[in-house]
């Protein structure tokens, strides 16, 4: 069974800086890529990022180059994101999701499949 | 950024009515979409991918369609628990966006 496990939830002061983890069990944590994905409070979601932990290449939304920080730990089956100068704009839930991708002949096609349960990242002095 | 722009932003249903919602895309994303289904308290789960296939094990009453700017999609046959919230995402172009939702209510 695919599973990914995510970190406890954080309250963090401004300024500070907070590692949430993605754990991944179930399946051959370099075969996918993972993303990450930003959801606030009452609000829709934004994609951040992903890494290929495989050959630990990233690539990030624009919006938040300098924000976030995702790293892989091949040995552990772990992917990492660090979130830096945290603001109230930051309070939100970061989900990780499992990216599938290929080529089927006829069409590419590229989707999160499964999703962990979420870290949820509250910024208050 | 490609704005993908959702519609209605809530709708209020009966069970068993047949349920469209729309994605509409500021630029050409081909068949480069899925559709999510986020019940309330829950991580969002894959309905759709490339527009129009069903994930393995969605019920059939899930239905994607559309290419290029358009995409739809319908439920056959609401049931209780298709109560959700419903986003749209294009992947042809980064960095991949979001719809802002299809809220489903009972009435």
């Known amino acids: 069974e695919v599973k990914l496990q995510q970190s406890g939830d954080e309250l963090v002061r401004p300024g500070a800086s907070v590692k949430m983890s993605c754990k991944a069990s179930g399946y051959t944590f370099t075969d996918y890529a993972m993303h990450w994905v930003k959801q606030s409070p009452g609000q829709g979601l934004e994609w951040i990022g992903t890494i290929i932990p495989l050959i630990d290449t990233t690539s990030y939304n624009q919006k938040f180059k300098g924000k976030a920080t995702l790293t892989a730990d091949k040995s552990s089956n772990t992917a990492y994101m660090e979130l830096s100068r945290l603001t109230s704009e930051d309070s939100a839930v970061y989900y990780c999701?499992?990216?599938?991708?290929?080529?089927?002949?006829?069409?590419?096609?590229?989707?999160?499949?499964?999703w962990g349960q979420g870290v949820m990242v509250t910024v208050s002095s | 950024n490609t704005v993908m722009t959702q519609s209605p932003t809530s709708m209020f249903i009966s069970v068993g009515d047949r349920v469209t919602m729309n994605c509409k895309a500021s630029?050409?994303?081909?068949?480069?979409v899925d559709w999510y289904q986020q019940k309330t308290g829950q991580s969002p789960k894959l309905l759709i991918y490339g527009a129009s296939n069903r994930y393995t094990g969605v019920p059939d009453r899930f239905t994607g369609s559309g290419s290029g700017t358009d995409f739809t999609l319908t439920i056959s046959n609401m049931q209780a628990e298709d109560l959700a919230v419903y986003y749209c995402l294009q992947y042809n172009y980064n960095p991949r966006t979001f719809g802002g939702g299809t809220k489903l209510e009972l009435k």
């Open positions: 999701a499992r990216g599938t991708s290929g080529y089927d002949g006829t069409y590419y096609y590229d989707y999160f499949d499964y």
């Open positions: 630029q050409n994303v081909g068949t480069n």
